[in-house]
């Protein structure tokens, strides 16, 4: 049965592989029933996807490894708070909690920018915590633009 801490861990890993492969280092896992069941990092360059965020990634291996598209139950651990293209994904997905480390002060559509998910006028509303794994993740993003200045 993994915790948060170890959940974040994991995500952190598949960040460091992203900016290992040129892509801004955000990773992201989705945990069913106390396990990991996907594992993403981001992949818009590998991809030539502009929605290969991590957290859709995770997304779609999640929905294929349990055979329903709909993920409720399902826990999403990023390392940096989701766009509003991926908040809104989560939504439709009906995760049951997301789990994010940094706050993104540009496009973080949980709160920092944009309140997308549990908008009261939204027909779902998931669990929302921050700060898990935070600094480390901060660092990662801070350390891989500070390279390509």
Excluded at 58 to 79: E, I, P
């Amino acid at each position: 049965m993994i915790d948060d801490r170890e959940a974040m861990q994991a995500a952190l890993a598949q960040a460091r592989l992203a900016a290992e492969a040129g892509e801004v280092p955000i990773g992201a896992v989705m945990v069913y029933q106390g396990e990991i069941i996907a594992h993403a990092q981001n992949c818009v360059i590998r991809h030539v996807d502009p929605t290969a965020h991590a957290e859709i990634l995770a997304l779609r291996t999640a929905a294929k490894a349990l055979g329903n598209y709909r993920l409720a139950g399902c826990t999403l651990y990023v390392t940096l708070e989701p766009c509003a293209m991926c908040a809104g994904a989560m939504i439709h997905a009906r995760l049951d909690r997301l789990v994010y480390g940094a706050a993104d002060p540009k496009a973080g559509a949980c709160g920092s920018v944009l309140p997308v998910l549990n908008h009261p006028q939204l027909n779902h509303q998931m669990q929302v915590e921050q700060g898990i794994g935070a600094e480390e993740s901060a660092e990662l993003l801070r350390g891989f633009f500070r390279e390509r200045r």
